[in-house]
């Protein structure tokens, strides 16, 4: 509706001959102003020189001359300083109920996303010992991400990159000899240390231990913990080393005349292409540096024909931005490449920083985490927060079994939903309601014209929003609005439920147009929850 809206006006603009950049449409604040609002007025009265009242008014006799969908609006109303506001039609809401009924859990689908072929890399933390708390903010966040972009129409592939190559695995090797170069300790060097201790060669230790590790403990936290499913799994050694690809990308740049020598070893004119310096590709005693791996990981992107990148990174990645994106250019891509900076979370209990780790000093794994607190608390709580800001987790708020529990309060809308339906298709005396959960010919038969109260007309509002809550996430990654959504969806079914009595056996036809709203926004609630990987309960 917002880009509907946004070409109406774009259209007016054009018949009335002003000229303006990007058309701002936006959800009021307060919702006795609309549904929808616009500033444009205002900011057309910048170069016209003309007062914003007159400006808007001249928008809105213009939109109301031209043939549209009428039906969609009650009135266009303008106000002070020049806002227009756009306030939808009763038919038009009514029919939104009827719509999600019938398309369920499709409701919120878009084609925006065209098909796109999106390669979306998230955790890829290196195979030396379990997930901790950063690793499992920024698989959440990939993994909502991949779920929003498929609903949005795009071909996602969620993806891990091993980094099984290299310096690491040399430091986990010292680090199972527990010699005076290990870098890591816990329960789980302690359990290698007894498989390998005989083993001498540090490189087959660590490579061994490796393998252990992303096995045994990684893919068992990403699938039977954190309920994330990877569609590829790619290895460094495998898939880039062996397989020619980090040599092939050498090679290529080699021929476009980006590489050069310097002080024995071959570089890359990243410069060229927006870094703050060059990068060493191959140092002077032969071997290839970590961002070598890096060209190689981005040409086997390239030849799997994928049209948009995105890559979820911890805080201390961020330096690395310009460098795989001069790296992308020079081999080639023409794609959108997308870069999220997941920040750090600090554990809070009773107002302190807690350390709730038995295994390995300050460090916070995951499966610990999500143990002691439940998968849908410790999803919600992490979701909730932009990535791109710090997060407390708040370990006593999040085992709450109560309304200030916020997914504990999202829940309990779609369970008390779930038992109103139960209860009405139970209740003899409602038997001339047509069941919400099957008959789908019944249920269309409904009038829904009789949902007219002011607490309907604004739960309707909201179940409105969804799709394009999902667009704008689509583009923006902005994921913390799903949760927030689920929460003003679920406040404002109990602010309906408190008002208006659903079950009325003296009213059969107003029950009938109510269960179908309560239904809606079970689907919706239901859906909203799906993409979050969080349960939706039928009984709590």
Same mark, same amino acid.
């Given at each position: ?31 006795t ?17 003309k007062n914003?009242?007159?400006i ?7 939109i ?16 002070k ?6 306030? $939808?039609s009763? &038919? ?7 719509? *999600?009924? %019938?398309?369920e859990? !499709? /409701?919120?689908?878009? @084609? ?18 379990p ?10 966040f ?7 972009l ?9 993806e ?16 199972? $000899?527990?010699? &005076? ?7 789980? *060097?302690? %359990?290698?240390?007894? !498989? /390998?201790?005989?083993i @001498? ?9 490796a ?18 499913n ?7 050694k495998?898939?880039?080393v ?23 070893? $071959?570089?890359? &004119? ?13 140092? !002077? ?8 791996s ?11 024909k994928?049209?948009?990148i ?10 690395y ?7 992308a ?6 794609g959108?490449i ?30 610990e ?5 439940g ?55 409602l ?57 003003k ?5 109990h ?46």
């Amino acid at each position: 509706m917002k880009q509907e809206i946004q070409k109406i006006i774009e259209k007016a603009i054009k018949d009335l001959d002003y000229e303006i950049g990007e058309v701002e449409v936006d959800y009021p604040k307060v919702e006795t102003f609309g549904d929808y609002t616009t500033n444009t007025a205002m900011v057309l009265a910048r170069t016209l020189k003309k007062n914003p009242i007159e400006i808007a008014d001249n928008l809105k006799n213009q939109i109301l001359k031209r043939s549209f969908r009428k039906e969609i609006f009650e009135k266009i109303e303008i106000v002070k300083p020049g806002y227009i506001n756009f306030y $939808l039609s009763k &038919e038009y809401l009514q029919d939104t109920v009827r719509e *999600i009924n %019938e398309k369920e859990n !499709k /409701f919120g689908e878009s @084609k925006i996303g065209n098909g796109i072929k999106v390669n979306n890399e998230f955790i890829s933390a290196n195979p030396t010992g379990p997930l901790h708390l950063g690793n499992g903010r920024g698989g959440f966040f990939g993994d909502v991400i991949g779920k929003v972009l498929e609903k949005a129409g795009y071909e996602n592939t969620n993806e891990y990159y091993v980094n099984d190559a290299g310096e690491q695995l040399l430091k986990l090797g010292h680090s199972v $000899l527990k010699d &005076e170069e290990a870098a890591y300790s816990g329960e789980y *060097i302690d %359990e290698l240390n007894k !498989k /390998f201790a005989k083993i @001498k060669d540090i490189k087959e230790i660590g490579e061994k231990s490796a393998k252990i590790v992303l096995d045994e403990i990684i893919k068992k936290t990403v699938a039977e913990k954190m309920k994330i499913n990877f569609d590829s799994w790619i290895s460094e050694k495998k898939d880039l080393v062996d397989s020619g690809y980090v040599e092939k990308a050498i090679e290529k740049l080699s021929q476009k005349k980006l590489t050069f020598e310097k002080d024995g070893a $071959l570089w890359l &004119e990243t410069t060229k292409f927006g870094d703050d310096k060059d990068r060493v590709l191959i140092k !002077k005693d032969g071997q290839k540096t970590y961002f070598a791996s890096d060209c190689g990981y981005i040409l086997n992107k390239i030849e799997r024909k994928f049209e948009k990148i995105i890559e979820v990174w911890g805080a201390d990645h961020h330096g690395y931005i310009s460098r795989f994106r001069a790296a992308a250019q020079a081999l080639g891509f023409k794609g959108e490449i997308r870069f999220v900076i997941v920040q750090l979370v600090r554990l809070v209990k009773n107002g302190k920083e807690a350390r709730m780790s038995k295994r390995a000093g300050n460090v916070v794994y995951m499966d610990e985490l999500i143990e002691d607190v439940g998968l849908d608390s410790v999803r919600f709580f992490f979701l909730m927060y932009d990535a791109n800001t710090h997060m407390t987790f708040d370990l006593d708020l999040a085992k709450e079994r109560s309304e200030k529990n916020p997914v504990y309060y999202v829940q309990y809308a779609h369970a008390r939903i779930c038992s109103i339906l139960r209860k009405s298709s139970e209740n003899p005396l409602l038997s001339g309601v047509p069941d919400i959960l099957s008959q789908r010919e019944r249920r269309n038969n409904v009038d829904l014209k009789l949902l007219t109260h002011e607490k309907e007309l604004s739960l309707i509002r909201e179940l409105n929003k969804f799709p394009q809550i999902i667009e704008e996430i689509s583009q923006s990654y902005e994921v913390h609005k799903l949760p927030y959504y689920a929460i003003k969806l679920a406040d404002k079914f109990h602010c309906f439920y408190n008002d208006c009595k659903v079950l009325d056996d003296e009213n059969l036809e107003l029950t009938g147009a109510r269960l179908n709203l309560i239904n809606a926004v079970r689907i919706v609630l239901a859906e909203v929850l799906r993409l979050l990987g969080v349960n939706s309960p039928d009984w709590m």
